[in-house]
């Protein structure tokens, strides 16, 4: 099936800092990508759809000027957590729309903690 | 608001014997979609079974099997022979029809298999 890479799958960063996370579809092109949330033995909490070409579409309660997301290419979805501080430390997973399969598939993950 | 509920936090099965795992929803609308996903202690979203709500014909893919009530809106998965490497946690998911639609989780139910 498609796949859909994360990047990077850990990442240590001191708190203020920005961290980047990539979000790649490989063999199709994705108009559609979603940002979740998951805290430890919690659910998947979505926090946005990003859009290729135009603003992502926040969930209530998730704060857009702190968690930025840029979907500059069809294959390409990056969510910058700004002005990271330890309670956002947590596990982010992204997931594309394959459009020709009606299908959405999930990447690995990644891992943040902020010290 | 489409609303997804487990209601099991824990399952357990013996290798080889089979497992029902409950999921209810909630919707006003009549195109939609259901998942199953599973989720290993790697945290990788691996799509087990997916559902149409336009089908009477209930999914199935191997040993996994789902039974759809559409009617009283029901989504179980049944996993047959169980195997050790099904322990994970699962995930009933709702979409809404159309295209590139937002996943809605429910809170999970962990799967231990036993020998």
């Known amino acids: 099936g498609a796949v859909v890479s994360q990047h990077p799958s850990w990442v240590i960063c001191k708190s203020g800092t920005s961290v980047k996370i990539e979000c790649r579809s490989l063999d199709f092109q994705a108009t559609t990508m979603f940002w979740y949330r998951q805290f430890p033995k919690q659910s998947l909490m979505l926090m946005a759809t990003?859009?290729?070409?135009?603003?992502?579409?926040?969930e209530q309660g998730v704060e857009k000027d702190k968690f930025l997301i840029n979907h500059a290419s069809l294959t390409l979805s990056t969510l910058t957590v700004t002005s990271a501080h330890p309670e956002d430390s947590s596990f982010y997973i992204c997931?594309?729309?394959?459009?020709?399969?009606?299908?959405?598939?999930f990447g690995e993950g990644s891992w943040l903690t902020v010290v | 608001a489409q609303t997804v509920t487990q209601s099991q936090p824990e399952m357990s099965v013996q290798e080889a014997e089979t497992v029902t795992l409950s999921c209810t929803y909630d919707?006003?609308?009549?195109?939609?979609?259901l998942f199953w996903y599973k989720q290993p202690p790697s945290r990788q979203m691996i799509l087990v079974i997916r559902q149409e709500a336009y089908k009477q014909q209930n999914a199935t893919e191997n040993r996994f099997s789902v039974n759809f009530q559409k009617a009283a809106k029901s989504f179980s998965l049944k996993i047959s022979d169980s195997q050790l490497g099904d322990a994970a946690m699962y995930f009933c998911?709702?979409?809404?029809?159309?295209?590139?639609?937002?996943?809605?989780f429910g809170t999970g139910t962990r799967l231990q298999v036993t020998l």
């Open positions: 998911a709702y979409s809404r029809g159309g295209t590139a639609s937002k996943l809605t």
């Open positions: 997931s594309a729309w394959d459009r020709g399969e009606n299908t959405i598939y």
């Open positions: 919707t006003s609308e009549s195109d939609y979609y």
């Open positions: 990003s859009n290729e070409g135009s603003k992502a579409t926040y």
